[in-house]
């Protein structure tokens, strides 16, 4: 398995491979889920990173995002802005490809 560096903030996991999913938040049953994909997560430590920028959007309840599928699945409050889905997994350093 190949590893993805992230240009702007270094390699998603460290040198001592410490990557861990602890971070990410069990999706809940209430609100409106969708479920996106995104590319370039490649272990724990890339989830935990995409879970808290998402989960620093408005609204949003819960995220659980899976490297292994490329699939982050978001539950909300009310529908939320593509766009600014797309800026919180840039942010992280990663690509939103679209909905899955």
């Given at each position: 398995?190949?590893s993805?560096?992230n240009?702007?903030?270094?390699s998603?996991?460290?040198?001592?491979?410490s990557c861990g999913?602890d971070?990410?938040?069990?999706?809940?049953s209430?609100?409106?889920?969708t479920v996106?994909?995104?590319?370039?997560?490649?272990?724990?430590?890339?989830?935990?990173a995409?879970?808290?920028?998402?989960?620093a959007?408005?609204?949003?309840?819960?995220v659980?995002?899976v490297?292994e599928t490329?699939?982050?699945?978001?539950?909300s409050?009310?529908?939320?802005?593509?766009?600014?889905?797309?800026?919180?997994?840039?942010?992280?350093?990663y690509?939103?490809?679209?909905r899955a």
């Open positions: 398995m190949t993805q560096t240009t702007s903030t270094g998603c996991c460290g040198s001592g491979g999913s971070s990410t938040t069990d999706v809940q209430l609100g409106i889920t996106y994909k995104v590319s370039g997560m490649t272990c724990g430590h890339c989830e935990g995409v879970s808290q920028e998402i989960s959007l408005a609204g949003v309840s819960a659980k995002a490297a490329g699939e982050v699945t978001v539950t409050t009310a529908p939320l802005d593509e766009e600014a889905v797309r800026a919180a997994v840039d942010e992280a350093g690509e939103l490809v679209g």
